[in-house]
Structure formats: structure tokens, C-alpha cells
């Protein structure tokens, strides 16, 4: 036993460089062979406020607070055009006048009628007041014997007609009066005045045209559009699973195309009784936000493009995670810190938006998942290496 133990041990002894030489000739083909670790972007999950947001489903639009297309009440020639495109005016400020000459004249000649009613009425009652007085004196010469008494009733009869003819001639100056109030009615609806303080932001029509009245249901051009600028807010559809959410006074976030880079913070004002329902398009409720702060250094427009982000709820110092790194089905990509080795982990979460995700359960503070899941080769167990850190704000 002893020899063949022997016999053994030499030729382990004879061969085992042979095998360490064949170890390390694999251990260097693993190593030199092994997939390289998938360079990944993480993210950490820190604490932080989670709001949920309802957005708008197509574009907004700012438009003014007032705004008035506006036009002459009576069709007719423009005489005098008083503005000009982009003017600012003052309420009850002249904008144009219309041609109105027979107005006018109708106006004089009824002030005319009034004066000579006036001097009508000086006549009339002065001979009234006169056979007044007369018919007095018959009925004291009567009394003495000095008239018969057919005279008295001649004389009492004649005051009364005479009396009758003053009131009449009264009266026909309250009659000249109104006709004077509708000449002037009427030259007024031949006079377009400014409703408000604003610019004029459009004129249809020129000197010498005719222009006509514009009544609800008539697609009639306005004569003048006119807009006040100093108060605007933004009008935008809300799909309507989301109307529910929206209450008036809540707080919103808005973003204008034309002013990148920037929002501004606004605050709903009124969410529309009804839902919009048109043909091929999804139903919608118009939402009316106020801007808090307008833009003061850009020049804000009415027609201006805009987006609205309505903030209905929100948690503070809760686990958040951006969006963009939750898988479907509510999952994430780990990144195990002790071995490098990403791990797939189902998560519970509570409120959420385009950026964060609130998380409930699942992941630990501190812990870091995987923002950028389309990279090519990146799934649950592969070894990764971080790229950067996106720290949330």
C-alpha cells in the first residue's frame, strides 16, 4: 500500500503542473471571453413630491378676458373711420360713424317742431288765460244785472275751449320732444362707440364701404374686433374621463409654445358645464386657467398656442421614482450594488405623472434602477455598469 501510494503521489506530483497550467489557460479564456457589463444610466430612488396632473388632449389657446366683434347696430355707408389697426381706444371712445345727413336733418326739424311749439304754446294759452279772466268779469256783470245769462255761458264756454286749445298745444310738445329722443336714437345707432378700454386688433372696412350689421348665426364679418389686452387666460379641452378631477381653483402649470423654456403658473378658473361632443374627435370639457403671473418681459398674444398641467393632488417627503424607468406591469430594473448584477422587482405605487412615480412598496431609499431600458442588451440578470446618476429635484 505504502509503494502505491507512492506511485500515486509522484504522479500527481508529475502531472500537476501540467494541470495548473490548463486551469489558468481556462480561467484566462473566461476571463478574456466574458460579455462586457452593458453600460446603463440609473437613477436613485430618493424622497421627494409626487403630483398628479391632468393635461389637455389637443392644444389650448390664450385668448383675452373681453373681446368684442364689434359693428353698427343700422347698416350703412362709413363716413368717418376714427381708429386705426392696432390703436388703443378708451370705453365710449368714437370708433366710426356712418353716413347720416337725413338723420340729422330729421334731428333739426325736430327741434325745430319743439320751438315752434313752444311759441304755439305762448299764444295758445295767453289768449286761454285771457278769456279765463273775461269769463270772471261776465260772471260779476252778471251778478249785477248787466249781461244776460246766455252771455256768461258764451263767455265761460269760450274760456273753456280756449283752455282745452293750450293743453293741446302742450301736448304737442311732449310729441316733439320724443320725436327729438328718436332722431337722436337714431343718429346714435349710426355712431359705433368702444364698449371697453382695449386695442383694435382688426377693421373690416374702408372709408366710402357699406358696412352691415353682424346678428348671431350670420357669418358677417365685424366691422372692428376689438381686444382688451390687459387680461388673458388660457382656454384648453380636458378629455373628459379626466373632467372629474378638475375643480375651480386649483393650481395649474402653463407652457406656451411661442416662449420656450419657460412656464408660468396659473390657476383654474372655470371648468364648463357640459361636455363638447364632436364629430371624430374625442368628448372634451373646456377649461378656462388664469394666468398668476403673466409674462412680463415676452410679449404675451392673444391666439398664442399653449398647454396646461393641472395639479388635482399631491404627496410630499413620499419614495419616488421617474416615470420613464417603470416597465410595464409595474416593474423596474435593480441595480444590486454587492454583485453589479441588474434584478427585476415588482413595485406598488401610489400617485404619478409624466416625471415621478410614487412608490409604495418594493424599493428602499437609496436604491438605484435603471433609466435607460432601451439600450440594447439590458434585461434582469446581466451585470451592468453605471454611467451616471439623474438625481431627482
Not at 121 to 127: G, R, W
Not at 340 to 367: F, K, M, P, Q
Request: hydrophobic letters at 40%; charged letters at 25%.
Amino acid at each position: 500500500m505504502t509503494l502505491s501510494r507512492q506511485r500515486e503521489q509522484n504522479f500527481f506530483l508529475k502531472y500537476l503542473p501540467y494541470f495548473v497550467v490548463l486551469l489558468s489557460l481556462a480561467v484566462a479564456a473566461w476571463y478574456f471571453t466574458r460579455p462586457e457589463p452593458v453600460r446603463v444610466q440609473l437613477a436613485k430612488v430618493e424622497r421627494g413630491m409626487v403630483e398628479a396632473t391632468v393635461s389637455n388632449t389637443r392644444a389650448g389657446t390664450v385668448k383675452a378676458c373681453r373681446r368684442a366683434k364689434l359693428a353698427p347696430p343700422a347698416g350703412g355707408q362709413i363716413a368717418h373711420l376714427l381708429v386705426k389697426k392696432g390703436e388703443r381706444v378708451k370705453a365710449d371712445q368714437i370708433l366710426l360713424e356712418l353716413w347720416n345727413d337725413d338723420l340729422q336733418a330729421q334731428a333739426r326739424l325736430a327741434e325745430q317742431q319743439l320751438n315752434t311749439a313752444n311759441t304755439r304754446v305762448e299764444e295758445v294759452c295767453a289768449v286761454a288765460d285771457m278769456s279765463s279772466k273775461e269769463a270772471v268779469r261776465a260772471r260779476q256783470l252778471r251778478e249785477r244785472g248787466f249781461i244776460s245769462p246766455e252771455g256768461l255761458e258764451r263767455a265761460e264756454a269760450d274760456a273753456k275751449a280756449k283752455q282745452a286749445s293750450c293743453m293741446a298745444a302742450r301736448s304737442e310738445i311732449a310729441q316733439s320732444r320724443s320725436r327729438i329722443a328718436v332722431a337722436q336714437a337714431g343718429l346714435r345707432r349710426m355712431v359705433l362707440r368702444a364698449p371697453f378700454d382695449g386695442v383694435i386688433a382688426d377693421i373690416s372696412g374702408e372709408l366710402g364701404e357699406y358696412a352691415t350689421p353682424s346678428p348671431p348665426g350670420i357669418p358677417t364679418p365685424p366691422a372692428i374686433d376689438l381686444i382688451d389686452d390687459r387680461c388673458m387666460f388660457v382656454s384648453a379641452p380636458i378629455d373628459e374621463v379626466d373632467a372629474a378631477n378638475i375643480k375651480a381653483g386649483q393650481e395649474s402649470r402653463i407652457v406656451l409654445d411661442a416662449i420656450k423654456g419657460k412656464s408660468f403658473a396659473g390657476k383654474v378658473k372655470r371648468v364648463a358645464p357640459y361636455v363638447l361632443e364632436l364629430e371624430k374627435q374625442a368628448r372634451t370639457v373646456e377649461v378656462e386657467v388664469d394666468f398668476i403671473e403673466p409674462p412680463t418681459q415676452e410679449n404675451l398674444l392673444i391666439g398664442y398656442s399653449a398647454d396646461v398641467e393641472i395639479v388635482h393632488a399631491a404627496h410630499e417627503k413620499v419614495l419616488r421614482i421617474p416615470t420613464q424607468t417603470l416597465l410595464e406591469g409595474k416593474r423596474v430594473l435593480l441595480y444590486r450594488e454587492s454583485d453589479g448584477v441588474l434584478e427585476e422587482r415588482t413595485v406598488a405605487t401610489g400617485l404619478a405623472n409624466w416625471e415621478y412615480t410614487e412608490i409604495t412598496s418594493g424599493l428602499n431609499e437609496g436604491d438605484r434602477v435603471v433609466v435607460s431600458l432601451d439600450q440594447a442588451g439590458v434585461k434582469a440578470g446581466v451585470r451592468a455598469q453605471p454611467e451616471a446618476v439623474k438625481p431627482a429635484k
